[in-house]
Nanobody, 120 residues
Framework: QVQLVESGGGLVQPGGSLRLSCAAS????????MGWYRQAPGKERELVAT???????NYADSLKGRITISRDNAKNTVYLQMNRLKPEDTAVYYC??????????????WGQGTQVTVSS
């Protein structure tokens, strides 16, 4: 069973930075993608960024230029560096690991979420 543990959330002032981490443990299929999604109150969960085990990245258009996703495959850990944070970035940030068996077969695992609040 795969488990994901997120850390790094908290309260930050507008314009500030945060770095989120997500460590995966358990038996993880080698071909996978890890990523971050977020959900603000009253809104649907949305993509923030993903990165494959090969290093290919995908970013939400609205966040490009302010965020960077990276991963350490040896540690099965993904990071999200967020800069110039805005109040509208306030949300619960969820880590996801997607095991990709074939082009159409995959399995998702989710972390419990970490709260990010941007406020003065």
């Amino acid at each position: 069973q795969v488990q994901l543990v997120e850390s790094g959330g908290g309260l930050v002032q507008p314009g500030g930075s945060l770095r989120l981490s997500c460590a995966a443990s358990g038996s993880i299929f080698s071909r996978n993608a890890m990523g971050w999604y977020r959900q603000a109150p009253g809104k649907e969960r949305e993509l923030v960024a993903t990165i494959t085990n090969g290093g290919s990245t995908n970013y939400a258009d609205s966040l490009k230029g302010r965020i960077t996703i990276s991963r350490d495959n040896a540690k099965n850990t993904v990071y999200l560096q967020m800069n110039r944070l805005k109040p509208e970035d306030t949300a619960v940030y969820y880590c996801k690991l997607e095991e990709r068996y074939t082009s159409s077969a995959y399995r998702n695992y989710w972390g419990q979420g970490t709260q990010v609040t941007v406020s003065s």
